[in-house]
């Protein structure tokens, strides 16, 4: 998957194309002569019996008065074809930054101003040029996981779609569905009706034990970065994924890091709810008790350390041990490399989403009604970076002017170079 330079709809491309088509225009000179002068119609009759060379160099003569436009060509003459184009590319980037704000008590802040954040891009002082709170209308895909390996969980997934097209889409959204297992479909294109939604969720089949998570992911950040780009005096859409999905890959093509640093450029907000195999066995089997050495019960973000038990303890460990925000910038800039930990958690922290387990009291349900909550109360913040030039990874930094609250943002983007 080549994507080095794709940068999203965002983006700009401008190319400057070189053509010379020599004197095999003469062919097309016959009709546009005469019509220049009609003294030329007689002239081009004498001119017949010329050699060709002659020919040819009174033709070339002749284009300088000849109009503008294209030539007709005369049939069974061959054109000179024009040599290859050249291009360059002129990156004009758009960047829009989701930033969720929460006081120390956890609870969403909802009345700051655009004059409140301050966004650097590698350092530089950003100007903010456009500014919202909660109102863009969403562009939504889920990736939902239909494997066998959590069926006994598709019962609680299957009633999520009225609640995604009324807590997370709302109104104003759109909302396409992937499904995955091990391939890849695309089950329902984006639109804005609920039922539709709602019916789609609610007749997933059980798939294969396969696990494309990767690929599916991928295939989401297509469908987002496919929109067409708003009219103008249309609101800007806001890009989210929201992903539904067990822990595992299994023979995806995509790389993690690629899928991220396509999404960062697309402007692809990744929200994932992590679901648990272990679970979904002790759902199907009530009888049945794990060894000692097994995974307990419970959704975990994901395994920790090769050789330890994840509980909820180690869980919490890995989350407080582990820097996900530094595996988030390695996996974007090694996009190729393979990531074989904390995939779902850092899909979220490399995007500006969050990742949220399904164990014990917090549901599907739950989970979704929250993430819901948070897109509705986010502010989003759009500039165009002053050094829009410059390759390789771009670290962004979002403050406000009220140090007790907390922020998150998306931490950066990777420009690929020309050849990358």
Same mark, same amino acid.
């Given at each position: 998957?080549?994507?080095?330079?794709?940068?999203?709809?965002?983006?700009?491309?401008?190319?400057?194309?070189?053509?010379?088509?020599?004197?095999?225009?003469?062919?097309?000179?016959?009709?546009?002569?005469?019509?220049?002068?009609?003294?030329?119609?007689?002239?081009?009759?004498?001119?017949?019996?010329?050699?060709?060379?002659?020919?040819?160099?009174?033709?070339?003569?002749?284009?300088?008065?000849?109009?503008?436009?294209?030539?007709?060509?005369?049939?069974?003459?061959?054109?000179?074809?024009?040599?290859?184009?050249?291009?360059?590319?002129?990156?004009?980037?758009?960047?829009?930054?989701?930033?969720?704000?929460?006081?120390?008590?956890?609870?969403?802040?909802?009345?700051?101003?655009?004059?409140?954040?301050?966004?650097?891009?590698?350092?530089?002082?950003?100007?903010?040029?456009?500014?919202?709170?909660?109102?863009?209308?969403?562009?939504?895909?889920?990736?939902?996981?239909?494997?066998?390996?959590?069926?006994?969980?598709?019962?609680?997934?299957?009633?999520?779609?009225?609640?995604?097209?009324?807590?997370?889409?709302?109104?104003?959204?759109?909302?396409?569905?992937?499904?995955?297992d091990d391939t890849v479909q695309t089950l329902l294109d984006f639109t804005n009706?609920?039922?539709?939604?709602?019916?789609?969720?609610?007749?997933?089949?059980?798939?294969?034990?396969?696990?494309?998570?990767?690929?599916?992911?991928?295939?989401?950040?297509?469908?987002?970065?496919?929109?067409?780009?708003?009219?103008?005096?249309?609101?800007?859409?806001?890009?989210?994924?929201?992903?539904?999905?067990?822990?595992?890959?299994?023979? %995806?093509?995509?790389? =993690?890091?690629? *899928?991220?640093?396509? !999404?960062?450029?697309?402007?692809?907000?990744?929200?994932? #709810? +992590?679901?648990?195999?272990?679970?979904?066995?002790?759902?199907?089997?009530?009888?049945?008790?794990?060894?000692?050495?097994?995974?307990?019960?419970?959704?975990?973000?994901?395994?920790?350390?090769?050789?330890?038990?994840?509980?909820?303890?180690?869980?919490?460990?890995?989350?407080?041990?582990?820097?996900?925000?530094?595996?988030?910038?390695?996996?974007?800039?090694?996009?190729?490399?393979?990531?074989?930990?904390?995939?779902?958690?850092?899909?979220?922290?490399?995007?500006?989403?969050?990742?949220?387990?399904?164990?014990?009291?917090?549901?599907?349900?739950?989970?979704?009604?929250?993430?819901?909550?948070?897109?509705? %109360?986010?502010?989003? =913040?759009?500039? *165009?970076?002053?050094? !829009?030039?410059?390759?390789?990874?771009?670290?962004?930094? #979002? +403050?406000?002017?009220?140090?007790?609250?907390?922020?998150?943002?998306?931490?950066?983007?990777?420009?690929?170079?020309?050849?990358?």
């Amino acid at each position: 998957m080549a994507r080095g330079n794709v940068f999203g709809p965002e983006c700009v491309e401008s190319s400057t194309r070189q053509a010379s088509e020599g004197l095999g225009r003469h062919a097309g000179f016959q009709a546009d002569c005469a019509s220049v002068n009609p003294a030329m119609g007689k002239l081009h009759h004498s001119l017949r019996l010329l050699p060709f060379a002659a020919l040819s160099l009174c033709a070339a003569t002749l284009y300088a008065q000849a109009p503008e436009g294209p030539m007709t060509p005369v049939p069974g003459v061959v054109i000179q074809q024009a040599p290859p184009e050249s291009k360059f590319k002129v990156q004009s980037i758009l960047v829009t930054v989701p930033v969720t704000v929460r006081n120390v008590n956890g609870e969403m802040v909802h009345n700051l101003e655009s004059k409140d954040f301050h966004v650097t891009d590698n350092g530089a002082e950003q100007r903010i040029t456009h500014f919202e709170m909660g109102g863009e209308p969403i562009s939504l895909v889920v990736v939902v996981e239909t494997s066998s390996r959590i069926s006994p969980l598709l019962p609680q997934i299957r009633k999520m779609g009225i609640l995604v097209s009324q807590q997370v889409t709302g109104p104003t959204g759109e909302t396409a569905i992937v499904g995955f297992d091990d391939t890849v479909q695309t089950l329902l294109d984006f639109t804005n009706n609920a039922d539709d939604v709602e019916r789609t969720m609610n007749h997933l089949k059980e798939g294969y034990s396969g696990s494309k998570l990767f690929d599916a992911m991928s295939k989401g950040v297509e469908l987002l970065t496919n929109r067409a780009a708003p009219k103008a005096g249309e609101p800007l859409r806001r890009r989210v994924m929201l992903v539904l999905s067990e822990a595992h890959d299994a023979e %995806s093509e995509a790389k =993690l890091g690629e *899928v991220l640093r396509w !999404a960062q450029l697309a402007n692809v907000t990744i929200y994932t #709810v +992590g679901l648990s195999s272990t679970r979904a066995d002790l759902q199907r089997k009530p009888d049945y008790h794990p060894p000692i050495s097994a995974t307990p019960e419970g959704t975990f973000g994901m395994p920790g350390p090769p050789g330890t038990v994840q509980t909820p303890t180690t869980d919490a460990q890995s989350r407080e041990g582990v820097d996900l925000l530094a595996l988030a910038v390695w996996a974007v800039q090694h996009a190729k490399d393979q990531v074989t930990s904390h995939e779902l958690e850092i899909a979220a922290v490399a995007t500006g989403g969050s990742h949220v387990s399904t164990w014990k009291g917090r549901s599907i349900e739950k989970v979704i009604d929250e993430i819901g909550g948070e897109l509705h %109360s986010q502010y989003s =913040l759009t500039y *165009v970076p002053s050094d !829009a030039d410059t390759s390789g990874y771009h670290e962004i930094k #979002v +403050g406000v002017d009220h140090p007790e609250l907390q922020v998150r943002a998306r931490p950066g983007y990777y420009l690929a170079g020309p050849e990358s």
